[in-house]
């Protein structure tokens, strides 16, 4: 099996750009859900661009199954989530200009803020995940700091231009799945997925979990969210049966 984390960030994006009510990331949860999501992933970001500090606590309450928070290692944002306890927490790198989420944490030149992050969050009761690049040296990191899992960007694939490129980066995450599956960490990856390119990525042994936002909300707008969901999850069930 693997599992499909539906980021319902850019709901939230949609409903802040004019201030209102609406969309409500709380409905779009609720549906995701009856879509077959095995779990939602927000991102609680500094600048709370998206989503707010109340729609963290309201999804808590709603989401029955898996709910995975992504955050920066400030003290404010992991204390929320300490408050919170969200079934996992995602560590990921934030800067204030850009667009989305740019690459992994660096956990080498980063290794004491995560590790106090990475403290305080187990303390809660929360399973930690860190979001990292498909590289060796950061997933020997992630085992040193006792991470119980990895979300593995997939950015470079996704972003692949040539067969020969995606190839390559394919290979490259093949390989980091190996790497962490040595380490017994837990396999997740995400970034940049989408319906023509996350059927090579489902397939790949080991990976547990895929967390997919902007090309499910942005097929959302035209076929809804239930539809949405359902189709991404029956292509990475498919890909995963033919392995």
Do not use: W
């Amino acid at each position: 099996m693997i599992r499909l984390g539906v980021n319902i960030d850019h709901v939230a994006t949609v409903r802040q750009a004019r201030k209102a009510k609406e969309p409500n990331p709380i409905a779009a949860a609720v549906l995701a859900l009856l879509g077959g999501a095995d779990g939602i992933t927000i991102h609680l970001r500094e600048d709370r661009r998206h989503i707010q500090d109340r729609d963290v606590h309201l999804l808590r309450q709603i989401v029955t199954t898996r709910l995975n928070l992504e955050l920066s290692t400030v003290d404010e944002i992991v204390d929320i989530a300490c408050a919170v306890k969200p079934n996992e927490a995602t560590l990921v790198p934030e800067r204030r200009q850009e667009l989305t989420t740019e690459g992994g944490l660096d956990l080498v030149s980063q290794q004491q803020a995560v590790a106090r992050a990475m403290d305080k969050l187990r303390k809660a009761g929360i399973e930690v995940s860190l979001f990292i690049d498909p590289n060796s040296r950061q997933i020997e990191m992630a085992h040193v700091l006792g991470a119980g899992a990895v979300e593995i960007q997939t950015a470079r694939y996704s972003e692949a231009r040539t067969p020969a490129d995606r190839k390559r980066e394919l290979t490259v995450l093949i390989e980091s799945t190996d790497l962490a599956r040595s380490h017994h960490l837990h396999v997740h990856m995400g970034h940049g997925l989408d319906y023509e390119n996350v059927c090579a990525v489902a397939a790949i042994a080991g990976v547990e979990e895929l967390n997919i936002g902007h090309s499910i909300v942005s097929r959302a707008v035209l076929v809804g969210m239930e539809r949405a969901v359902r189709e991404m999850k029956e292509l990475m069930l498919r890909a995963r049966r033919s392995v």
